[in-house]
């Protein structure tokens, strides 16, 4: 029921925003978003347009926000920021990876407009800046949850396609549950698609009669959760929204990506006038990543430890990725105490040891 | 690797669940094409379904009217094509892609308000101590209404076809509308019927999605399952028992690559997920080749009839 | 009593006029969608169908840009079109289109950083060989197997889809992307790359075939033996038996140069306006290419002029979605509405209504 009001909210803001566009078009700065996904896809790209929604209600006589739904990566993107930028947007934020290289071209044909894409790396012209959140943070805090909660010993992880950011979590998951339950193993199960919600419902599926009971997900919807609450005794997490809905189980806690305050903080310096290119790349700490609420469901020392480990990370005294970590074949990858660097984080490419199975190539 | 894990009874259970909507679909669209009528837009009359039945079964608390209604909206959807192609002539081909277009963009309209709720849980047929006999209990009652009421509509559907009187005006229809108007019989209104009854069963199999198999209603929710749905229908060549095994068969190849895939069984994922595809198109080649049978379609298949006196 | 009445041939008239009226048309029901949705109707019709065309603001450059769209559409639905005439179902002209891009890419890809003049020839060669040899699967099987081609062509599609994404995770990935997925940007490599080629008129090498396939098929299709072949055997099948043609050289032919056409549109696509394979290049311009196909009543002319109002509502539609806040799902519910008119209006270029009792025969 909460995202049904947060929805009604959003109409009325917008119905609002719009009456204020008429009267005084001129004054705002404009502000764009081009989102990869419908905003009804519940994860992805609804929490992106919830960061819109905050920008709006932060700043809302001072700007005026315009977006795009269901754009696709490549050449259509690429018109789209075009059109944008012409139509007198000042600051565009570009919320799918793919669309790095269409935002590096437009930048440089807009030197006066400015440019934020999420997950990239490129930032070839001054104008483009970068953002993205480490939710291998997040994956660490539920790694120790499903640690702790397994009864099998054998939790679940359904990847989306083997990039980076995926991988990062699934080894930090990993690591984090291992730390807490030497036994547990992992299986991974690769969909193949960022949203399906039937292919993700059957994944889970196929996770849980092989004996899995705690199931991890890289993929968007809410399938895996409602697969999850069919079986007694299976648990999930919330994905890149709250899933609220599925408290308090099988939904022990969750994941958010939470881009409001970088929204905001980054239209501000722009009406401020001391906005400046930057490689953001925050996580619990800089409040990108938040951790839903741990329901009842997990037992209360479990919760202290999942939350102070959260608390570590967010003060910085912790690093998920520190030595000593063997690489999947066995050999070194960081030292006792040395702490993986953001250069191999961001093209994480291997398992780390005790996780079977070969990332596809 | 760890073969041992994949218990086939829950292997077979589960597969069953996964194929009810695609069944529906093809069993609609096999009345709907063995009238003559090519309707290519099942995935837009699904969706429809899955976010109608959806709205209905939140508003109302009742699962069953959720599914009555999405059947509704499913039929209202298809009525836009019935009276494209039987009343105005239009293109079936055509027709019939712009439907699932439109049928898409509705539904994220309609749907608007409804993501990311928890519909009323339809619950499984109380079978009592059948369910619970090793091996045999989960797979045949252990099942929600679903799983029975798709077993049923085949059974109906090729009894109708074959030994009832409106079957073979059907069929007449579907073969040759020319002689079957010469005989003095309705073409364009059987026609539609057949067309709303394709309707309304995508409409059930995308309200299963909605309120059963994934139970939530998100844009894009049946995600190419109305063209699986198609494809499985040639794939039975016309027949409707061959829609069960075919659904069965793509659902298994489905369930089976993402069981393998936890069991670890060293074949690259790419393939596993391919699989499903190219495995279908094997058993279609072995299939048409073994009889010669590629004249099962209906002769006038795709073609508008028009009475010309 | 309203009934229909056959003309003898189509109304020249109402052939020119259909496609107006289904406009107008759409711009009512449309309205009155849009209206329902809180937006003023007339605002979001002037959006969608003039401003892309002659707003000052985004004129300029939605004008070519509406070639760059409306190019792929119009050579893969040239091709199809053959077919269709005759009766061949290629409806997976999708995955001949991806299998053409992966080819034609990996071939530029081979030959990095060689700059050289034969590279881009060499690659449409390729592209256009794959898009052929992709279609040629469903072609073989229906001559050998007797297999129907709607489905292998349509299931090819799922299979072309797993294959992009294999090499956009794998052999195609680009070395020096960090690990991302994605090969290396075409547009950024000259010898490989296909670019505007008169600086702001948005024409590419894509847009020059898609001109040249349009006067191609019309000369075979009016001038040339084997047009004849085509219209006979979808117009009469016995008939064309008798008159000698050979029905699985048809097909082989038609399924050979509808997935060339494809290939070709997707190697111009990825080597230029789209750069890269990418998991999701894919954007589905080989289903809408059916539309259009059957939009230009299958006429290589028709087909130009669908390509083009097709493509003038995917841009007008992007602006009204970021100027007037329309969601992205209006735009496709008004796509669908405009097809609906055209497709239902046509029946007045090939009947005629008559009023009143049936004369008596």
Sequence with gaps: MQRRTLLTTAAMGLGLSMVGRAAFAQDKLKVGFIYVGPIGDGGWTFQHDQGRLALEAALGDKIETVYQESVPEGADSERVLTQMALSGCKIIFTTSFGYMDATNAVAAKFPDVMFEHATGFKRDSANVSTYNARFYEGRAVMGTIAGRMTKSNKIGYIGSFPIPEVIQGINSSFIHAKKVNPDVSISVVWAYTWFDPAKEADAAKALIEQGVDVILAHTDSTAVLAEAAKTPGVIGFGQASDMAEYKPSPRVSSIIDNWGPYYIERVQALLDGTYAQKDTWAGIGGGEVKIGEITDAVPAEVKAEAEALAASIADGSYHPFTGPLNKQDGSVWLAEGERADDGTLSGLNFYVEGIVGDIPK | ?309 | MVRLEKRPSPSRFWTMATPVVAVALTMIAGGIMFALLGKNPVEAIRTIFWDPLFNEQFASYSRPQLLVKAGPLILIAVGLSLGFRAGIWNIGAEGQYIIGAICGAAVGLAFYPVEAWYVFPLMVIAGGLGGWAWAMIPAILRTRFATNEILVSLLLVYVAQAILASMALGALRNPEGGGFPGSRNLSQYPAAANPELIAGTGMHWGVVAAFIAVIAAYVLLHRHMLGFSIRLAGQAPRAARFAGVNPDRLVLLCMGLSGGLAGLAGLFEVAGPAGQISIDFGSGYGFTAIIVAFLGRLNPVGILLAGLLMALTYIGGELAQFMLGLPSAAIQAFQGMLLFFLLAVDLFSNYRLRFGKREAV
């Design chain 2, 1 to 309: 690797m760890d073969l041992s894990a994949i218990n086939p009874a829950v292997l077979v259970a589960s597969l069953m669940m996964a194929a009810v909507p695609i069944i529906l679909a093809a069993i609609g669209e096999l009345v709907v094409e063995k009238s003559g009528v090519l309707n290519l837009g099942v995935e837009g009359m699904m969706i429809i379904g899955a976010v109608c039945g959806f709205v209905v079964a939140v508003k109302t608390g009742s699962p069953f009217v959720g599914f009555l209604g999405g059947a509704a909206g499913g039929a209202g959807l298809s009525l836009i094509f019935a009276l494209l192609t039987q009343v105005l002539l239009a293109n079936q081909v055509a027709t019939g892609l712009a439907l699932t277009l439109f049928g898409l963009g509705l539904s994220s309209l309609l749907g608007q308000g409804f993501n990311g709720i928890k519909p009323p849980a339809t619950g499984k047929v109380p079978m009592g101590p059948l369910a619970d006999i090793p091996g045999v209990g989960p797979v045949l009652f252990q099942h929600n209404l679903g799983v029975y009421l798709s077993i049923a509509v085949i059974a109906a559907v090729w009894w109708g076809l074959k030994y009832s009187r409106m079957g073979l005006i059907l069929r007449a229809v579907g073969e040759n509308h020319d002689a079957a108007h010469a005989l003095g019989y309705k073409v364009v209104r059987i026609r539609i019927a057949a067309i709303l009854f394709g309707g309304a069963m995508a409409g059930l199999g995308g309200a299963y999605i909605s309120l059963v198999r994934v139970p939530q209603w998100t844009d894009g929710i049946t995600a190419g399952a109305g063209w699986i749905a198609l494809a499985i229908v040639v794939f039975a060549s016309w027949r409707p028992w061959r829609v069960l095994i075919g659904a069965y068969l793509f659902g298994g190849i489905t369930v089976l690559q993402l069981n393998l895939q936890v069991a670890n069984v060293p074949i690259p994922v790419e393939y596993l997920s391919m699989a499903p595809y190219l495995i279908t198109i094997l058993v279609l080649v072995i299939m048409s080749s073994g009889r010669g049978r590629a004249a099962a379609a209906p002769a006038a298949l795709g073609q508008n009839f028009h009475a010309s006196r």
